[in-house]
């Protein structure tokens, strides 16, 4: 029965899903995916598999999926889009943020700030200015498993804002202890960032924070809105209505904008990121540990580069 699919803790959740929809395993054989990225002119998602040092393109036309990109010890994490349609990457083992250009060629955004090295960016997102903004917590520096291990140079876990228009980097925020998932609010009026940092530490957070965005790119705020139940909170995105879809141990949990739980979408593997793909941004694509799954929604998901 697919409502086995679906946990409903509040009523309407019910308007968010179809129960009647069922969670598809369309790929599996990775060590462990993450960093969705939809490609609607190419009807493809690009995802990575951190471990196995490459990327792979999920094709939804065919239902196959092969290897875009393998070895050069990359090692890339998230994935996104930007508004020129072209891939923008965080990679573990170069400790840096790049671009792939339409030719193919690859070019470096951000390696280091302040002269010192980035410690392994994670995950990232465009704003519809064009800044790009992401998470350098140290876990591809951790140890050779997704990364290179290495010590860092920063002195602690940063969010960053990149404008690529001048290569300006700064750091919009400094009080985490592993900065992981991030994005914007429909309006851009408010960045969501978690933290994971349970994974690093006892008794360490395990919660999803939200910020004020200003005008001139700075945070303001920054309080806890949620804590993850099951796990970490990881990677996510939000739909037109604001709620946040957000990746946990034991599925996806979608949350109200106020961070209020509101139903989940049970998966059998641990869920890592996501992604809104398709037509009309309804089709929720997964990737959680080996895996790739998906399943059809009754919301649309927000626009995001």
């Known amino acids: 029965m697919?409502?086995?699919d679906f946990a409903i803790?509040?009523?309407v959740f019910r308007r968010c899903v179809k129960t009647s929809a069922k969670v598809e395993r369309l790929w599996t054989g990775a060590r462990w995916t993450?960093?969705?990225a939809w490609f609607e002119a190419l009807q493809s998602l690009v995802f990575s598999d951190i471990p196995n040092d490459r990327l792979l393109r999920f094709d939804a036309t065919t239902g196959q999926a092969g290897?875009?990109?393998q070895g050069q010890e990359r090692f890339t994490n998230g994935n996104t889009v930007d508004r020129q349609?072209?891939?923008v990457s965080c990679e573990h083992g170069t400790r840096q943020v790049t671009r792939t250009e339409p030719d193919g060629t690859i070019t470096v955004l951000a390696s280091r700030f302040e002269a010192k090295r980035l410690n392994s960016p994670n995950d990232v997102v465009v704003k519809s200015d064009g800044t790009i903004w992401f998470t350098d917590p140290s876990y591809g520096i951790d140890?050779?498993?997704e990364g290179l291990k290495a010590d860092g140079e920063l002195g602690g876990d940063y969010v960053f804002r990149l404008d690529p228009r001048d290569g300006t980097l700064r750091v919009v925020a400094d009080d985490f202890v592993r900065p992981n998932g991030l994005a914007f609010s429909p309006d851009e009026r408010t960045l969501y960032v978690a933290d994971s940092g349970a994974t690093a530490i006892d008794e360490g957070p395990h919660h999803l924070r939200a910020f004020d965005v200003r005008d001139d790119g700075s945070l303001g705020g920054g309080g806890v809105i949620a804590i993850c139940e099951a796990g970490v909170y990881d990677g996510f995105r939000l739909d037109t209505e604001g709620r946040i879809w957000t990746?946990?141990?034991d599925g996806v949990h979608c949350l109200a904008p106020d961070g209020t739980l509101l139903g989940k979408v049970l998966v059998p593997e641990r869920v890592a990121n996501l992604c809104f793909a398709g037509h009309r941004r309804n089709w929720l694509l997964v990737t959680a540990t080996s895996?790739?799954?998906g399943v059809r929604l009754a919301v649309n998901g927000a626009k995001t580069y």
Do not use: N
Request: hydrophobic share 35%; net charge negative.
């Open 247 to 249: 990746s946990a141990a």
């Open 291 to 293: 895996s790739l799954y």
């Open 67 to 69: 290897v875009l990109r």
């Open 143 to 145: 140890s050779d498993y």
């Open 85 to 87: 349609g072209r891939l």
């Open 34 to 36: 993450e960093g969705p």
């Open 2 to 4: 697919a409502e086995q």
């Open 9 to 11: 803790v509040e009523r």
